[in-house]
């Protein structure tokens, strides 16, 4: 093999190959047009039409499609009730947007460790983390992976929480048989370009119950409402509404719901596509000593989001930065999936320190998010597997 391209070798590839990206094709580009010639931009048809998707493929009684996953948390943490004193126990490593949520209710984050070999919240810690002032958990299904959700709906029952599932990363994941947005109190969407459909900017919030639903309606619209079961007067006339509570402008428009609906027409093709790049991935990396492949849990039927490679420090003599710079010098665009939310000066100014949870800090110095989206060729995948074995030929110990 040549020398790294970082060190002036000659690089695999020369086109940047991202960590992920969007698949938009000329279905989505028709869908989206169909819109804009239409009479309405937003509060339209396609967002009624958006929302009984994305009922028919998770098996969800109700979804309230919102402006993008953080949305979705924020009217989640407002529909359970979070308010000041009150506790949520959250994953560690996460988009700051799972613990944010509970902040903007005025609610305290608490933050549980992770497995080391799934990297998903550790329900062992879970239940070390409960005081009496715990209301809810936020457990993210990192990577794509479901989360333990029967362990965690057992603990949810036993001590009377709210189960919010942050599933931005699992459209199409199934748990034990059971679509993700199915099982959960509330569960959370993200469409964010980088998830595996996209709205451009869009989420939603998956429940069964119907006094969520109507909580979680009313937040995404100011806590406006038409329906006289909710007002709390006599209707006056045609146009005639009501605040009856404060929430938000979390609307999604009528164009990012065409984008999205034509989307989920091809989650399965893309669910599967995902499915294949990791199998070509697993097999190359699970027998290399140097890295550490992600478990997968039985229960879970991943619909992989990201692909992580967990570096073993035992076997390379690189730093995380010398592995990801020399990655990218290759002709790749990695990224690291996440921070622990924590560390970040926000959060260590409201008195939160290092240490909390070790095997979260721990995976966070070794891990490295490598190129993963359904329109890679098996070429790309390939390419990506050299590269990869080239650096960690250099740097084995
Ligand atoms: C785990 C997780 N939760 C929440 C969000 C927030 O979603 P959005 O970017 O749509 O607001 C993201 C997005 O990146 C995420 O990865």
Redesign the pocket.
Known sequence: MDKLAIFGGTPVRTDKISYGRQCIDEDDIAAVSEVLRSPFLTCGPKIDELEKKLCEITSAKHAVAVS????A?HIACMAIGIKPGDEVIVSSI??A??SNCVLYCGGTPVFADIRPDTYNIDVEDVKRKITAKTKAIVA?DFTGQAVELDELKKICKEHNLYLIE?A??SIGTKYNGKPVGSVADITTF???PVKTVTAG???ACMTNDDELYKKLSLARTHGITKNPELMERESEGPWYYEQVDLGYNYRITDFQAALLLSQLNKLEKFSNRRKEIRKMYDAAFSEMPELFVQKQIPESDTTQHLYILRLNPDKLKCTRREFFDAFAAEGFGPQVHYIPVYWHPYYEKLGYKKGLCPVAEATYEQIISIPFYPALTDADVEDTIKAIKKVTEYYRK
Do not use: I, R
């Open positions: 993008n996953g953080t949305a948390l996460t988009f947007a799972s993210v942050d931005a990363h993200s469409f964010h900017e869009g989420g």
